[in-house]
């Protein structure tokens, strides 16, 4: 019950327009089906008396369709051709090859290799208009690649050592 809890304020302290709310609800109604009755009376229980404040961001909702294009590419490992808007209003289309994606200055970010600069750039999920996976597969390049990551991020699969200790 308290796990079940535990992701539902999870998720409640997402900023608005976070690529992964939708995704993360849906696990955490799986997760609440899975419970049993008395396991559930718990959990409800339990959140009925945690109150939260959700993150505020001020971040434009990311296109659901373009944040699966991005987890099919990395996954895959195939490139991505997008539809790029940068802050001054210039549309460009792109054939990225994506590293990571990540939560930083109050953004979501696809950070990839750029087919046409030759190099690592950091893509805002908001303003990235069309994406669609190539049958053009790519070599993940190491994550170190893209350089040290800032002090207060990190993977989020750091969370499975830190619970084992």
């Given at each position: 019950?308290?796990?079940?809890?535990?992701?539902?304020?999870?998720?409640?302290?997402?900023?608005?327009?976070?690529?992964?709310?939708?995704?993360?609800?849906?696990?955490?109604?799986?997760?609440?089906?899975?419970?049993?009755?008395?396991?559930?009376?718990?959990?409800?229980?339990?959140?009925?008396?945690?109150?939260?404040?959700?993150?505020?961001?001020?971040?434009?909702?990311?296109?659901?369709?373009?944040?699966?294009?991005?987890?099919?590419?990395?996954?895959?490992?195939?490139?991505?051709?997008?539809?790029?808007?940068?802050?001054?209003?210039?549309?460009?289309r792109r054939t990225i090859e994506p590293?990571?994606?990540?939560?930083a200055d109050h953004h979501w970010y696809?950070?990839?290799?750029?087919?046409?600069?030759?190099?690592t750039r950091w893509f805002r999920l908001?303003?990235?208009?069309?994406?669609?996976?190539?049958?053009?597969?790519?070599?993940?390049?190491?994550?170190?690649?893209?350089?040290?990551?800032?002090?207060?991020?990190?993977?989020?699969?750091?969370?499975?050592?830190?619970?084992?200790?």
């Amino acid at each position: 019950a308290s796990q079940a809890v535990a992701v539902s304020i999870a998720l409640a302290v997402l900023p608005a327009g976070s690529p992964f709310n939708t995704d993360g609800e849906a696990a955490a109604r799986k997760m609440r089906d899975a419970l049993g009755p008395q396991a559930s009376q718990r959990a409800a229980s339990l959140a009925s008396r945690v109150w939260v404040q959700p993150m505020t961001s001020g971040t434009p909702k990311v296109n659901g369709r373009v944040l699966r294009a991005i987890e099919q590419s990395l996954v895959g490992q195939r490139t991505l051709s997008m539809t790029y808007v940068s802050a001054q209003g210039i549309s460009t289309r792109r054939t990225i090859e994506p590293t990571i994606i990540a939560w930083a200055d109050h953004h979501w970010y696809v950070v990839a290799h750029c087919q046409e600069r030759g190099d690592t750039r950091w893509f805002r999920l908001d303003r990235i208009v069309r994406a669609d996976v190539a049958k053009t597969r790519y070599t993940a390049r190491p994550v170190a690649d893209i350089g040290k990551p800032p002090a207060s991020a990190r993977p989020i699969d750091d969370t499975r050592s830190k619970i084992a200790t």
